[in-house]
């Protein structure tokens, strides 16, 4: 969603511009590189966000209507300006200038102003696409939900505030400047646009260099980095896909890209040539953002995608395939694929097995399908993959074959690609069958995950992904393949690591990553504080202690800078909580829920907050609020039904376990919960039938396993607690709490 929605100014003037040090200008560039700066020109990146002009503005602003939820925008224009009649902050139509336009194809949307500095993307977008494609018309971003203004996604929201979600992507040199006292903003970029210096970094140095004629290659160019990564390839004597002449060493041109064509969070301040983690937080490829096979799911842009790819590994930067001033792709149609894959080979229907000219001989259709996001946006999945439809039939993922022929299933698919002499020899070794494994509470996928992390020739954001699911494991095999990783050259791996030993005994974790204190990479310091964030200072010695202050207040410093976003407010909460600020926690919990009082993880989160200090009518209440917001919500139905077991209140207990379960949609915990309830609360075979249910659904989860054995134990069942007990010696032969059950149970009735 947020690709698209960024750009400031004000109407008839960018009266957000500021003078910000280093920053010259794209202008200044255009003498020495003309055809770059021309090729810039008209490009996306120059109309990422305008004011308000005739020759700027798309949408139809002549006394323009729209009706959504019951409510009718109109679109105007009045002595020159543009504006908006529309529901505000308090629900109530009232009148809105248009400040800037935002995008420009295949959308374009409108920044409108509020108090305290605030620029706000107007929700009802305009179509700017050509009418034969069903475009020139305005449309609601959100148009099978009912969005009013309490609701955050409203344009009035946090989540369409362009100042903390827009800004940084949609213009060049962005200041933020969030005032947390006074909740504003005093937003300023050097310019309105994404322009050289976007990508480039300030340009001063390098002119003057210039101006001096000092210039000395890409070592004395004045600029903190080199993008020029775009290499040479050549084809084997005897191969069809061309091969990188020299090997690519960094990530420089790509990182810079992943800088706003990524699902990631700020870190501080961005420096121009670090490492995308050393200014951001990534997200990985797994669930919900991504399928359990790495396919995009959630708007997740594309670096994630991208650095999952073959293409990747093989030394693949984005310009390779995209003229980076332009933005358009080097070819046209597979083209582009045949700068590096010969035609004779590739581009035939030996290989493609569809009619030239059609879609389907297209190479992106089959290995760069679309998914739609904000109505109106294709966007092409980077990650490149060949169509697995033997992974949709297992764990219904997308395969590109059945995303084109709508009228067919994944079985189909399946049969069509073995008639053409595809066979897949890794269907059941695939690391996807383990993510989705795990996410059912199915253990049998830990084996291969902690291959998976362990693979060098493995792309590091899986290898990543792979670490973190899994220190769900809390065991040695969580932690043998962890050690390893916290030493690894990539700091992507070092922070997975860190974050994947937070179960460990503090005084190990600390043994473990304290040498990690002062790493090179931002990421990887602010995991490890999140993870040392308990450890008590009055047990370390002295010139310890103050190591871990000084990165406790470096994780707070950047938090505070990004005191507008909910999220960031959330984990600092959970960061000031672990180290026993209390106070502190709650209100950061509760800002954010001011920012969004829609954000159930923080409610829940406060509510035990409250009840780990007694307030429990307070964690009620937060509960309760929960369930106004989302009445199903299956892991607050959960937090009362253990509110009210601890408050001795059996009936009640019980009904919010059991709604609660039945509510859950991906795993068994809480179905897993309510079954020990139910035994705790003195019906045992309903207990035993619910694990049985559930044994069925991930038959190698311990804990489902274990209950068993002891619940039929105790109605007598001697022989159904062996076959648990031997399940479990199946899954862990050394543990010896497991032994030690088996011999008992071996012992019991003869």
């Known amino acids: 969603m947020f690709a698209l929605l960024a750009g400031t100014s004000a109407a008839r003037s960018d009266a957000l511009r500021a003078d910000i040090a280093g920053f010259i200008g794209g202008d200044s560039c255009k003498t020495c590189h003309a055809t770059q700066h021309a090729a810039w020109k008209g490009s996306h990146h120059d109309l990422a966000m305008q004011t308000p002009a005739p020759r700027t503005v798309l949408g139809d602003f002549d006394n323009a209507t729209f009706t959504y939820n019951g409510l009718t925008t109109t679109f105007f224009r009045r002595d020159g300006q543009y504006l908006v009649r529309t529901d ?95 909740r504003s903003f005093d937003t300023r970029y050097s310019e309105i646009n994404v322009s050289c210096e976007a990508c480039h970094g300030p340009g001063q140095q390098h002119r003057d260099l210039a101006l001096a004629g000092k210039l000395g290659g890409a070592d004395n160019a004045g600029f903190a980095t080199d993008l020029a990564q775009r290499g040479e390839w050549a084809f084997p004597a005897d191969g069809a896909i061309a091969q990188r002449r020299q090997t690519l060493d960094s990530n420089t041109q790509i990182d810079t890209c992943g800088r706003c064509h990524a699902r990631r969070g700020t870190l501080g301040d961005y420096h121009h040539g670090h490492p995308l983690t050393d200014t951001h937080r990534l997200s990985l490829p797994q669930s919900p953002q991504y399928h359990h096979d790495g396919q995009i799911l959630d708007e997740v842009y594309v670096y994630g995608s991208f650095v999952q790819s073959k293409m990747h590994q093989a030394g693949v930067v984005c310009s390779n395939c995209h003229e980076p001033h332009s933005l358009q792709l080097r070819a046209e149609g597979n083209g582009v694929c045949a700068q590096c894959h010969k035609p004779e080979v590739y581009d035939t229907a030996d290989h493609h097995h569809h009619p030239a000219g059609t879609d389907g001989a297209l190479c992106a259709n089959c290995h760069m399908p679309e998914t739609t996001y904000m109505v109106v946006d294709p966007r092409r999945d980077h990650s490149m993959r060949i169509p697995r439809p033997d992974l949709s039939v297992m764990l219904d993922t997308p395969n590109a074959c059945t995303t084109c022929h709508t009228d ?13 002499g595809v066979r897949f020899s890794d269907t059941g070794t695939h690391p996807a069958r383990a993510f989705a494994a795990l996410a059912n509470g199915d253990q049998r996928g830990y084996p291969r995950l902690a291959e998976l992390a362990a693979d060098p020739s493995a792309a590091p954001i899986w290898r990543a992904a792979a670490v973190e699911s899994l220190g769900t494991a809390a065991d040695r095999r969580a932690l043998d393949t962890a050690r390893p990783l916290l030493q690894s050259p990539a700091p992507l791996l070092r922070a997975s690591a860190v974050s994947s030993l937070d179960w460990l005994p503090l005084p190990q974790r600390y043994q473990l990553l304290s040498p990690l204190i002062d790493d090179d990479n931002t990421s990887v310091r602010l995991a490890v504080a999140e993870a040392l964030a308990g450890v008590p200072l009055d047990q370390l010695p002295e010139a310890r202690a103050a190591e871990l202050v000084a990165l406790f207040h470096e994780y707070q410093d950047i938090a505070k800078r990004h005191a507008d976003m909910p999220g960031s407010q959330m984990q600092l909460a959970v960061f000031l909580g672990n180290r026993g600020d209390l106070p502190g926690a709650e209100a950061a919990y509760r800002e954010a829920l001011y920012l969004n009082p829609q954000l159930i993880p923080a409610r829940l989160n406060l509510a035990d907050l409250l009840r780990a200090q007694q307030r429990e009518d307070e ?50 915990r809480l179905r897993y919960v309510y079954a020990v309830a139910l035994h705790d609360l003195g019906q045992p075979g309903a207990a035993i039938q619910q694990l049985q249910s559930l044994r069925r659904e991930a038959p190698q989860n311990p804990d489902i396993l274990l209950a068993l054995a002891g619940y039929l134990e105790e109605q007598g069942d001697i022989d159904g607690a062996r076959r648990q007990a031997q399940a479990l010696l199946r899954l862990a032969p050394d543990n010896p709490a497991y032994r030690q059950l088996a011999q008992r149970l071996r012992a019991a009735g003869g």
């Open 88 to 182: 505000g902050e308090d629900g109530e139509l009232t009148e809105f200038p248009v400040r800037y336009v935002f995008g420009v194809y295949p959308l374009q949307q409108y920044l409108l102003p509020l108090s305290r500095g605030r620029l706000q993307a107007l929700s009802i977008a305009w179509d700017s696409r050509p009418a034969a494609q069903g475009g020139q018309r305005w449309f609601h971003l959100y148009p099978d939900e009912t969005i009013d203004h309490r609701d955050p996604l409203h344009w009035t929201g946090p989540y369409q505030n362009w100042n903390t979600r827009c800004a940084e992507c949609h213009s060049t040199a962005l200041e933020k400047n969030y005032r947390a006292g006074e």
């Open 408 to 420: 067919r299933n994944d079985e189909w698919a399946l049969q069509s690609l073995r008639d053409w």
């Open 619 to 668: 964690a009620r209440a937060q509960l309760a609020l929960a369930l106004e917001t989302d009445p199903g919500n299956a892991n607050a139905l959960h937090a009362l039904g253990l509110l009210e077991t601890r408050a001795g209140n059996r009936e009640k207990a019980l009904d919010y376990l059991g709604r609660a379960a039945a509510a859950e949609e991906q795993g068994v």
